[in-house]
């Protein structure tokens, strides 16, 4: 069964510092990866994917996620945070099987950027 | 701009009461999808669609029902509203191609007092 798992429950950065939040998935066949971010009582909203090609996927905000095959990986990294950038992650990955594909989200993490 | 509008951000009601949440999507999507989200439980899926009049349960069905009647509208319904209903609501949709991801609402938080 297609999974994902995200290890921290909340990362701790500071303003201007590098960030990487994690996330490795569990699938048969060929991965779709996604993240998405929640700010305080909205909506989540999608951040970047992968589905093929290269292995560096950049996305909304200054985000970007690398995909590694070997370890099943698929963090997300900015190079410098921002205070504006705390808010919770969601990673996840396309599940096939039934009558419908469906999204299998991640438990999600909380980032805390402190200024 | 495409959209999931979910129709109420902030609701109250009692507990015994027939809730619907509504969400409508402007973006001709085959499937819709119904979530609550709690503290430190992440998302879990109740019911989704992938067709108009089409249903199937998610994870958490127990305590929901849910109506497609045309293409663009999903709703919830909680047949008895209880105070362990109370959470914040997420709705969402996607084509059937899985490329796109789900487009999500901007969500209802239903208390049940």
């Known amino acids: 069964a297609q999974s994902v798992a995200q290890p921290e429950d909340q990362v701790n950065v500071a303003e201007g510092n590098p960030l990487t939040v994690k996330c490795t998935y569990s699938?048969?066949?060929?991965?779709?990866l996604f993240w998405y971010v929640q700010y305080p009582n909205r909506g989540l909203q999608f951040l970047l994917k992968?589905?093929?090609?290269?292995?560096l996927v950049k996305g909304s905000y200054g985000f970007e996620a690398e995909f590694n095959k070997s370890q099943t990986s698929f963090h997300l990294k900015k190079p410098s945070a921002l205070v504006s950038d705390s808010a919770l992650y969601f990673c996840?990955?396309?599940?096939?099987?039934?009558?419908?594909?469906?999204?299998?989200f991640g438990t999600g993490t909380l980032l805390a950027v402190q200024p | 701009d495409v959209k999931v509008t979910q129709s109420s951000r902030y609701l109250v009601k009692r507990t015994g009461e027939k809730v619907f949440l509504e969400c409508v999507q402007d973006?001709?999507?085959?499937?819709m999808f119904w979530y609550r989200q709690d503290p430190g439980l992440g998302l879990r899926l109740i019911y989704f669609?992938?067709?108009?009049?089409?249903?199937e349960k998610g994870d958490i069905p127990e305590g929901y029902s849910v109506s497609r009647e045309k293409k663009e509208r999903f709703s919830l319904i909680l047949e008895s509203a209880s105070t362990n209903q109370t959470s914040m609501y997420l709705c969402?949709?996607?084509?059937?191609?899985?490329?796109?991801?789900?487009?999500f609402g901007s969500g209802t938080r239903l208390t049940v007092v």
């Open positions: 699938v048969s066949g060929n991965p779709y």
């Open positions: 969402a949709s996607s084509p059937t191609d899985s490329f796109y991801g789900y487009t």
């Open positions: 973006m001709d999507h085959e499937n």
């Open positions: 996840a990955v396309w599940s096939y099987g039934g009558a419908t594909n469906k999204l299998i």
């Open positions: 669609s992938y067709d108009v009049k089409m249903k």
């Open positions: 992968y589905i093929t090609g290269d292995n």
